[in-house]
């Protein structure tokens, strides 16, 4: 049977480093308090008029592109997982066809925000197997410091949520390596404790002073809410991909959750048991970039050597919608 295998890893990362003292001249915040609650020494945010999602995914793209040692045309399809795209209307996933000059094939955007890139390689996975197509690009991509509110108000994600672009090639396999299964899930009662309201298209108009006043075009989270339901669903969908490949925890030798909070992955790491070897985690460095964390997670790993060839891997995200995910694969 075919299976779809990762062939090729790539990642952007903006040029600008904002630290936790840089934050706290902006919102009443501490370099202390946000390490102690997220991990997060300092992140990467864009610079405007020099990068744009498009811009790093395009970069990331190239990168993933070379590692796969294919050629670009060899691309059959595109998939673009982002909440944060250039323009409201088209996707990005036609800006980065264009942008690498692919003009004809299929480009298809997934919002479906830190479990985006999860859901676009099980989008990919579906494409391959059936023999649809036979190479995927994959692409996370994500500029979020524009939707943050700067001020004390939105201060508890505002020193969370960065920028940053990962991508994949997704190519058709006959060996044993691959994608071994994906398993989506999502509950849309918790629509509203992770969103961006505006621009809302059911209302009498899309902007207003009144509307920016109100925040509707920030980021807003509950982040209790999104703690408490993460730490069960993360464990419960790791737990659903091992269980239906007949595997144990400890059988894993990395463990890539989606960068949301270093005490969420700490939390799961604990209920797993296992060591911080078997564990990727660089929140520390570069925040949370939503759809974007797990393929530069997975990019930075193969490159320092903790990602290799044959290992078993599950990727594993939560967030807004909720929506959750994981994937279990053979890399
Ligand atoms: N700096 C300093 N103080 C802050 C702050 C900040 N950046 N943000 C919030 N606070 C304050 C609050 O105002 C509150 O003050 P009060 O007690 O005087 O009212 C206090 O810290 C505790 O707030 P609370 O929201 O209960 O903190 P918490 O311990 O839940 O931590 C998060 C807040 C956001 C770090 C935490 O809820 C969390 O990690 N949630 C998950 C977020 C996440 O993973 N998001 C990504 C999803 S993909």
């Known amino acids: 049977m075919i299976k779809s295998k990762i062939t090729g890893l790539g990642r952007y990362l903006p040029e600008r480093v904002v630290t936790n003292n840089e934050i706290s001249t902006m919102m009443d915040t501490n370099h202390g308090w946000i390490v102690e609650r997220t991990g997060i020494e300092e992140r990467r945010w864009f610079t405007p008029g020099k990068e744009t999602v498009n811009s790093m995914a395009a970069e990331a793209s190239k990168m993933a592109i070379k590692d796969a040692g294919i050629s670009t045309e060899e691309i059959d399809f595109i998939i673009f997982a982002t909440i944060t795209p250039d323009y409201f209307l088209p996707g990005n996933g036609v800006l980065l ?3 690498l000059g692919l003009q004809g094939i299929g480009a298809l955007d997934v919002r479906n925000a ?7 390689l099980s989008i990919a996975d579906q494409f391959i197997k059936t023999g649809m197509y036979g190479s995927i690009l994959v692409v996370g991509a994500e500029i979020q410091s524009s939707a943050l509110d700067k001020s004390d108000r939105g201060r508890s994600s505002a020193v969370i949520f960065a920028d940053g672009a990962g991508a994949a090639i997704v190519q058709a396999s006959n060996g044993e390596e691959g994608i071994l299964s994906t398993h989506l899930h999502a509950d849309g009662d918790y629509a509203e404790e992770l969103y961006v309201r505006d621009p809302g298209s059911s209302r009498k108009t899309r902007i207003s002073e009144e509307l920016i006043e109100e925040g509707g075009f920030n980021l807003f989270m509950n982040g209790n809410a999104v703690f408490k339901h993460a730490i069960v669903k993360f464990h419960e969908v790791i737990m659903e991909a091992l269980d239906a490949n007949g595997y144990k925890p400890e059988q894993l030798d990395l ?5 949301a909070n270093l005490r969420i992955s700490q939390f799961i790491q604990e209920r797993l048991k296992l060591p911080d070897h078997k564990v990727y985690n660089n929140i520390m460095k570069l925040g949370n970039t939503t759809a974007a964390t797990i393929p530069i997670a997975m990019s930075e790993a193969k490159d320092s050597g ?8 599950c ?9 959750w995910g994981s994937a279990l694969l053979r890399f």
Do not use: K
């Not at 463990?255 to 960068?259: A, E, F, R, S, T």
């Not at 990727?315 to 929506?323: D, W, Y």
């Open 306 to 313: 903790r990602l290799s060839s044959g290992n078993l891997v």
């Open 255 to 259: 463990l890539i959750p989606h960068q």
């Open 114 to 120: 830190c479990s985006g890139f999860i859901y676009a």
């Open 315 to 323: 990727l594993a995200a939560f967030g807004s919608g909720f929506a």
């Open 97 to 99: 066809q264009r942008e």
